[in-house]
């Protein structure tokens, strides 16, 4: 038989403490309680934070995109504007030979109304070429024709009738490269009399990035397809594109911003999956394989001033 413990004065023990004290208890609850009151509403505050800046981070993009593709928009268009407007006050689109030294004052007029044009020529039927310089004519021979994508721009004017950009391509005459906007002329006889064409050379849109690199803060581009770098605040000055070879524009691998060179080799990864662009596209990428220096990019397609489109951004 078990015997039972008895105190020091005969009396049995009390029975042992079990549980939790409850000054222990109440803290623990009452940290809990608030723990499941807070941390909902931190976390729903956390993520329409998010969601907010996410907007605010895409429309800004979006807007400055928007500034970017306006200001060439509107320099190029102000080139077909003047162009048509030297056409039709040099008597329509209908051309003699015999009109030409009429015209010249016109067209003359018609560069120094356009600081984006630094030439017009005239592409006659016989694939030879007529600039103006100086305010006179002069032959400059097949050479610029002689460009297979400009003949088949001269061609397609011919065919069609019409008008159209196209380039970019060298100019012999410049010695740099430009790209063009071209008017179909009909003779007497309304079949093709050649086309009047407007050169801007590709240095100037590397200005007009260069106005919206100082007033937003980013630096934009304009690369032709998505490999060569057409436009760039760094290409501002002609003597960087003169005296290239021809049709040499430059690779984003070869080009002297790193950030841009390495724009499609990197993993990219979304800027906004809750808000996604709307008018664009974009997405963020690591700059070193094995460090934290990261960069932005937003950029869309712009279509309708050459062969192959233009992609145009900033990062």
Same mark, same amino acid.
């Given at each position: ?46 993520l329409g934070a998010r969601d907010n ?52 004052? *016109? ?61 970019? *391509? ?10 063009? *906007? ?44 998505r490999s060569r770098v057409l436009a ?81 951004? *900033?990062?």
């Amino acid at each position: 038989m078990t015997a039972v413990p008895l105190s020091v004065n005969g009396n049995e023990a009390p029975p042992a403490e079990r549980g939790m004290p409850i000054a222990w208890l109440l803290p623990l609850m009452l940290t809990v309680l608030v723990m499941v009151a807070v941390v909902p509403v931190v976390l729903l505050g956390y993520l329409g934070a998010r969601d907010n800046t996410d907007r605010l981070m895409r429309d800004r993009s979006e807007l400055v995109l928007d500034g970017i593709v306006g200001t060439l928009v509107s320099q190029l268009e102000q080139v077909e504007t003047l162009l048509g407007h030297a056409v039709e006050a040099g008597g329509g689109a209908s051309l003699d030979t015999r009109d030409l030294d009429v015209r010249r004052a *016109f067209l003359a007029a018609a560069v120094a109304a356009a600081p984006q044009v630094d030439m017009i020529a005239l592409a006659l039927p016989d694939q030879s070429w007529l600039i103006l310089e100086g305010g006179n004519w002069r032959d400059h021979g097949a050479a610029m024709g002689e460009q297979p994508h400009v003949r088949q721009a001269v061609n397609k004017l011919n065919a069609d009738l019409g008008s159209l950009w196209f380039g970019p *391509f060298w100019s012999p005459a410049l010695e740099e490269p430009v790209i063009a *906007f071209g008017t179909a002329l009909k003779s007497a006889r309304r079949d093709h009399a050649g086309a009047l064409v407007a050169m801007v050379p590709i240095h100037k849109l590397s200005g007009y990035l260069m106005e919206t690199a100082n007033d937003f803060g980013q630096t934009p581009f304009v690369l032709l397809g998505r490999s060569r770098v057409l436009a760039h605040p760094e290409l501002t000055r002609a003597s960087q594109v003169v005296g290239r070879q021809r049709d040499q524009i430059p690779r984003i691998g070869a080009f002297g911003d790193r950030v841009l060179a390495r724009i499609w080799s990197r993993q990219a990864n979304d800027l906004s999956r809750a808000q996604p662009f709307r008018r664009s596209r974009g997405h963020w990428s690591w700059l070193e394989p094995d460090g934290f220096e990261s960069n932005a990019y937003v950029y869309r397609a712009l279509a309708g001033y050459g062969t192959e489109p233009w992609t145009v951004g *900033f990062h």
